[in-house]
């Protein structure tokens, strides 16, 4: 503005050519000035070595950093460039509180990691005892066609750690809960908790066992089976939280263990079982029924298991 004042007073022209003249340096200064602004300010922000707060989208957590770096290993390239999707097996009964936390929990764990996943709930709907190996015989037939691997899962495990791959393994089942990683249990044939095992591994074994009614040795059969196939178990790598890896969220006194052995229960259950598996676990189909547990989707199963009195009278509690 001074600068355009000056040269106004210093126009001693008279009549419209003068003030044209002069409006006409007024407009070339302001631009001047404004070029020189933007110029200016351009070159503090290039130069200025200050650091620059990035957007609050920008910032993420160090977990999905990690994330984003093991998204790039040998096991997730495999498994998401040659479309595997993994069944999520999970042996039920009356344990909805649990569920309400397992199914949005590992759904988002497993999608960190890029994991094309399924969810199937196997509920026990009969009155017999809790036959967990038996469901999970169920819940592999009727996930087999749409998933080429599965993982049994108990639902009171939830994993805590991002390091734990359940990406496909075609080496051998992959023991998650690994007995030097489990919250209880660490004796060196325990394979239970949670186990990784291909389609075609599952089979060669033909499943599990139908034949442990309660509580507990279905996983030590297992072992015996993967034994005689010659397929050796493998463990989580580079695991350094150790019993830490898991929250346990099962509540011993509101749910307690059915561990009571009835009949000829304890030798059985002793053996390695050479007559029952996938290929002879009989049910009877309830439903199915598509879930969404905030914004988890989950295949919520009802079937009553058969028992065979003559080789198994331990299915049910005696009166």
């Known amino acids: ?167 496909y393994n075609e080496n051998g089942p992959l023991h998650i809960t690994s007995p030097n990683l489990h919250p209880l249990y660490h004796y060196d044939t325990y394979i239970g908790g949670i186990l990784i095992m291909t389609r075609q591994q599952f089979e060669k074994v033909n499943g599990l066992s139908n034949q442990f009614w309660g509580w507990g040795r279905e996983d030590d059969e297992l072992y015996m089976r993967l034994k005689e196939a010659e397929l050796k178990v493998q463990y989580p790598r580079n695991i350094t939280t150790g019993t830490n890896t898991f929250k346990h969220i099962h509540d011993k006194s509101a749910r307690p263990r059915d561990q009571k052995k009835y009949f000829n229960q304890w030798e059985i259950s002793r053996q390695r079982d050479r007559a029952t598996g996938l290929s002879t676990i009989q049910y009877k189909l309830n439903s199915v029924v598509q879930l969404t547990i905030e914004g988890a989707p989950v295949n919520f199963v009802s079937v009553e298991l058969q028992c065979d009195y003559e080789r198994t009278p331990f299915c049910d509690n005696p009166i």
């Open 1 to 167: 503005k001074k600068i355009a004042s000056l040269i106004l007073s210093r126009v001693t022209w008279t009549g419209e050519m003068a003030r044209l003249y002069a409006r006409t340096w007024l407009l070339i200064v302001v631009a001047v000035v404004f070029i020189i602004n933007i110029l200016f300010v351009r070159t503090l922000t290039c130069t200025c070595d200050c650091p620059v707060d990035s957007s609050p989208l920008d910032r993420q957590p160090r977990a999905f950093e990690d994330n984003a770096k093991r998204s790039l290993t040998k096991e997730f390239l495999s498994t998401e460039r040659e479309g595997h999707r993994l069944a999520v097996v999970v042996p039920f009964r009356n344990r909805y509180e649990e569920l309400l936390q397992f199914a949005p929990f590992l759904h988002s764990f497993l999608n960190r990691q890029h994991v094309r996943h399924q969810i199937w709930v196997v509920n026990q709907a009969d009155n017999h005892r809790f036959n967990r190996a038996a469901l999970i015989n169920v819940g592999f037939l009727l996930s087999r066609n749409e998933c080429d691997y599965m993982v049994m899962h108990d639902i009171d495990l939830l994993p805590l750690n991002d390091h734990l791959l359940y990406a």
